[in-house]
């Protein structure tokens, strides 16, 4: 998660929100991801995304069994869907997302019958995750206030 939590500082330092992603096979990280919407004008480059993409790359398939993510915020449908359809094993992420959270806060899309179930545990260094985002938000309100 501290690899996440790198990549979602460099994320918040480019304008996004800080949130990051790896995926893990056999303790070595094999794909990395962070938001990058903004930048590449793309509702797609979310971390998540861009993590699994490079394992896919790294393993030279589209499966992920054996693989673990770690995530700094609660994976939304759409990343939860390519988690699942990516075949990784475990989902670990730092904190709750209410607004778009499906790992557990708004839906469990993991507890669906699909063909496969994701493993799925929340709060890893869930207040350290929690005040990347807290301080970016506020950053932004900042910046907001100083435009006004």
């Known amino acids: 998660m501290q690899q996440a939590m790198v990549l979602a500082a460099q994320a918040a330092a480019e304008g996004e929100v800080p949130v990051g992603a790896v995926v893990i096979k056999d303790g070595v ?5 962070r938001n990058r919407r903004e930048l590449g004008k793309n509702a797609l480059a979310h971390a998540e995304i861009e993590a699994i993409d490079a394992a896919c790359k790294a393993l030279g398939g589209w499966r992920l069994s054996g693989c673990d993510l770690y995530v700094t915020l609660e994976p ?8 699942i359809n990516a075949r990784l094993d475990n989902v670990y992420y730092g904190t709750d997302d209410p607004k778009a959270g499906s790992c557990g806060s708004l839906v469990s899309l993991f507890d669906l019958p699909y063909n496969h179930k994701p493993t799925c545990v929340g709060g890893v260094l869930q207040a350290e995750c929690a005040a990347q985002l807290k301080a970016f938000f506020g950053w932004l309100r900042e910046k907001k206030k100083a435009k006004e």
């Open 29 to 33: 990280v094999i794909g990395e991801g």
């Open 76 to 83: 939304c449908p759409m990343c939860a869907g390519a988690i």
